[in-house]
């Protein structure tokens, strides 16, 4: 069964404080692993998309890289407004079902 | 741009209850997606479409029908409300299939 996991289930850091979230997958055939930022009250706002082991993408203070069984979102410097759930999800190679993680709460204190 | 927007944002419903979940996009996306999110699980596929006026199961679809007649418009559907059916959903689009979906913010929908 396709699986999604990811930790820490919520992360307190100081402004300043670098961090990474893990999200680590099981499933047959990935065409695609996503990382998405949630606001509370809001839907997900997507933020990365990785399609091969060894890619990383970056925008501002976050970074996110790939291998095989897990993905990587590194924080660096975070702000408070880098406060929010982020969630990863894998797309399946058949079908269109996306498998979401139940995410990570990140809490970025001043 | 308004993007994904779904309608209502909050309903009650007593048990037994039937209602409609709107969901619009305008941004000319080809697929579009219905998903459920609870309290400590990953947002789970109710139903998808990938063009107007097709429509397919995912991983929830029990209890819920959908219909996209419009390639704008998305429609779910409750048609005996259940307490099991309580949570907030989510409308996504995306332009192709493996693409990054655009959500809207959400319905949350209580049962009674």
């Known amino acids: 069964e396709d699986q999604v996991t990811q930790s820490p289930e919520a992360l307190r850091l100081q402004e300043g404080e670098s961090s990474s979230l893990n999200c680590s997958y099981t499933?047959?055939?990935?065409?695609?692993l996503f990382w998405y930022r949630q606001d509370p009250g809001k839907g997900p706002e997507f933020l990365f998309t990785l399609y091969s082991a060894g890619e990383e993408k970056e925008k501002e203070r976050l970074k996110a890289t790939l291998t095989k069984k897990e993905s990587f979102l590194h924080i660096t410097a975070p702000k408070p407004e880098d406060s929010a759930t982020y969630l990863c999800a894998v797309k399946e190679s058949y079908g269109q079902n996306f498998v979401f993680g139940p995410g990570t709460r990140l809490s970025v204190l001043p | 741009n308004a993007g994904v927007t779904q309608t209502p944002k909050f309903r009650v419903l007593k048990t037994g209850q039937s209602m409609t979940l709107l969901c619009a996009q305008d941004m000319n996306h080809e697929y579009m997606y219905w998903y459920r999110q609870d309290p400590g699980m990953g947002l789970r596929l109710i139903h998808y479409?990938?063009?107007?006026?097709?429509?397919a199961k995912g991983e929830v679809p029990d209890g819920y029908n959908v219909s996209r007649l419009k390639k704008q418009n998305f429609l779910l559907g409750l048609e005996s409300a259940a307490p099991s059916q309580t949570s907030v959903y989510f409308c996504?689009?995306?332009?192709?299939?493996?693409?990054?979906?655009?959500f809207g913010d959400g319905t949350r929908l209580s049962i009674l």
């Open positions: 499933v047959s055939g990935l065409r695609g």
């Open positions: 996504a689009s995306s332009d192709r299939g493996n693409q990054p979906q655009h």
């Open positions: 479409s990938v063009g107007e006026g097709t429509t």
